[in-house]
Structures are given as C-alpha cells and as structure tokens.
C-alpha cells in the first residue's frame, strides 16, 4: 500500500490507469482509495471514495469528479494474482491529480 497527499490550488478530479497484462486465470488490478480534503485516517462522512481498473476488463481506465478542493490523500492498493494457471504483470499503476 502506497499513501500520500496531494495539496494544490483547485483540484478536480482522480484518473486512475495502468498498462498490465495477464495470460490464463491471471488478474491485475489497481485500487486507490481517496480522502477530500482531509487525511485518509479519521476521512469525514461523505468526503470519501474510490476508484479503480482491472486487466482482464472491465476497465483499464477510471476518472471521478468532485467539487473543487485544495488536498487530496490517497491509498493506492497494488494487486497482482496468477490465479490457478496464468501470469499477470503491471508495468505502471499511477494517479493523475488534474487541476483546471
């Protein structure tokens, strides 16, 4: 698990996507939680969510929208799992914080 914060002027939005692969009963799958301003331990009701991709489908690619903010936390979780006969890789699994 990977966790930070991310203070800027107006934030927006979360993209979560990745570039992984798998063969057979692999999966791969990347899921951050986030915290709006605020950290992720204690987060308010109602400030919380999150946002995530998967290789097999159904989503390589993943946005959520919120009202502006000035911070960001975030927890990234990090799953790779060959299952009973296949393999799978992620080659990058990163965060985009977009202002407008």
């Given at each position: ?55 097999p489908p159904p989503s390589f690619n993943a946005v959520v ?36």
């Amino acid at each position: 698990m990977v966790t930070f914060t991310v203070n800027s002027g107006t934030i927006t939005d979360l993209h979560l996507f990745f570039n992984g692969s798998f063969t057979g009963t692999g999966s791969a799958s990347v899921v951050e939680s986030y915290c709006l301003n605020h950290v992720l331990a204690g987060c308010p009701a109602g400030s919380s969510g999150s946002i995530s991709v998967t290789n097999p489908p159904p989503s390589f690619n993943a946005v959520v929208f919120f009202a502006p903010v000035t911070s960001v936390s975030v927890s990234k979780d990090i799953h790779v799992d060959s299952g009973t006969n296949g393999t799978a890789s992620i080659f990058a699994g990163h965060q985009h914080v977009l202002q407008p």
